[in-house]
């Protein structure tokens, strides 16, 4: 069974750093990518940075520039360094990742990230 651990989140100021990280284990098939989302209360979850086993990543524009994902294919992690962080940047992020010949998403418990002005 396929399980995703996420670390990292917390409490920073508005202009901090953090660092997430997920680590995914249990997968029989390949990670064809690995991600995070995010979702704030009240709004939709929406995608932050996604990045495939060829290392081609995508981001959301509003984290364009401050935040960087990047990925371990061998030891099937992931971890989104954040940098110049915003309140608007406040949520339960979540790591997702891709799996399988037929697609599927599986996904981390999520990891709070609060970031005070």
């Known amino acids: 069974q396929v399980q995703l651990v996420e670390s990292g989140g917390g409490l920073v100021q508005a202009g901090g750093s953090l660092r997430l990280s997920c680590a995914a284990s249990g997968s029989r098939s390949s990670i064809l990518a690995m991600g995070w989302y995010r979702q704030a209360p009240g709004k939709q979850r929406e995608l932050v940075a996604i990045?495939?086993?060829?290392?081609?990543?995508n981001y959301a524009d509003s984290v364009k520039g401050r935040f960087t994902i990047s990925r371990d294919n061998a030891k099937n992690t992931v971890s989104l360094q954040m940098n110049s962080l915003k309140p608007e940047d406040t949520a339960v992020y979540y790591c997702?990742?891709?799996?399988?010949?037929?697609?599927?998403?599986?996904w981390g418990q999520g990891t709070q990230v609060t970031v005070s002005s």
């Open positions: 990045i495939n086993s060829g290392a081609s990543t």
């Open positions: 997702n990742a891709v799996i399988g010949i037929i697609p599927y998403n599986y």
